[in-house]
């Protein structure tokens, strides 16, 4: 059987088609379009652009998901934190169905941060840190999420509530960041044995640092901050020229940097693990235990 699944973050919207035969979610196709939907937010209400811009995306991933050999009734669609925010979600969720003929499901930030988890655990102590265009979710946990925290900080988020003009904006953001994260998450944030990031930040942080320091690309807090200042320094032209980051994030990677930093000094840690899963390869998992346990045959929540 092939399933896949669809979920409308704030920066991006994604799809992930798995076959459910083996004895794992093994992944057929990845595909991910750029739709920053969290950019159309304004006072709680998404824009008409945004939502049609979003529904088309959607629309073009469902198509791929069924080239695929995914049926239509088994592909799933959720939404992340613009949603969420978003006063006139119900009117975004009757647009995707009549432009895609997929029911929304809107992800409270707890369920978001325990599919980040399952995405990434392994069994041993870990500490989880999800960091999105709206929120960022922070995990503790094992086999399974055992503590968890939403955060209203997210790259794009940032970028709209604190422009950084050049390097002298980023110390102030990051000493805001770490003081939200030590009052919000504070008791998760020590004694994990790893630090595994995900979403783009981390990645984009890592591709940079591997130009950098091609024999040691370790995330670590300084080299973080440091890229967080040099970027800061550029315009987002120039962003786009920078070897190993992505044309997308180039308008808001500063200050995804920003949380990615206070993340890692809060933590006390020396470096971080990254993954380059997202939640939806935690729906997977989860889709993939229920119907293997007979919970879940169907629709569209795990």
């Known amino acids: 059987m092939i399933r896949a699944a669809i979920a409308i973050g704030s920066n991006s919207t994604r799809m992930l088609a798995v076959s459910m035969d083996g004895p794992g979610p093994l992944p057929l196709l990845r595909l991910r ?8 937010l304004t006072n709680g209400v998404l824009s008409d652009g945004a939502m049609d811009r979003t529904a088309e995306a959607v629309l ?27 006063s006139n979600r119900d009117l975004f969720a009757r647009r995707l169905t009549e432009r895609t003929g997929l029911s929304l499901y809107v992800m409270s930030g ?56 050049s390097r002298s904006g980023v110390p102030p953001l990051v000493d ?5 994260v030590r009052k919000e998450a504070g008791a998760l944030m020590r004694g994990a044995g790893r630090l595994v990031l995900l979403g783009g930040t981390g990645t984009a942080a890592h591709d940079m640092l591997a130009v950098r320091f091609p024999e040691d690309p370790s995330v670590t807090p300084q080299r973080a901050l440091d890229l967080a200042e040099d970027l800061a320094d550029m315009t987002v032209e120039d962003r786009r020229r920078v070897p190993g980051l992505p044309v997308s994030k180039a308008e808001h990677i500063v200050h995804g940097l920003c949380i990615l930093s ?9 470096k ?31």
């Open 33 to 40: 379009e750029d739709t920053k939907l969290f950019m159309g």
């Open 60 to 86: 073009r991933l469902k198509n791929a998901a069924l080239a695929v050999g995914c049926a239509a009734d088994e592909i799933d669609l959720y939404a992340t934190s613009a949603t969420r925010d978003a």
């Open 110 to 165: 707890e369920e978001e941060a325990a599919l980040a988890f399952a995405a990434v655990a392994d069994g041993t102590d870990t500490l989880a840190a999800d960091i999105g265009g709206g929120s960022t979710e922070i995990i503790l946990g094992r086999d399974e999420a055992e503590s968890a925290v939403s955060l209203q900080a997210g790259a794009s988020r940032m970028l709209r509530s604190f422009p950084i003009a």
């Open 176 to 180: 805001k960041l770490r003081a939200m």
């Open 262 to 270: 206070a993340v890692l000094l809060e933590a006390g840690a020396e």
């Open 272 to 302: 971080a693990e990254i993954s380059a899963k997202t939640n939806l390869d935690g729906w997977m998992r989860r889709l993939y235990a229920n119907m293997r346990n007979g919970t879940r045959k169907g629709g569209s929540r795990v």
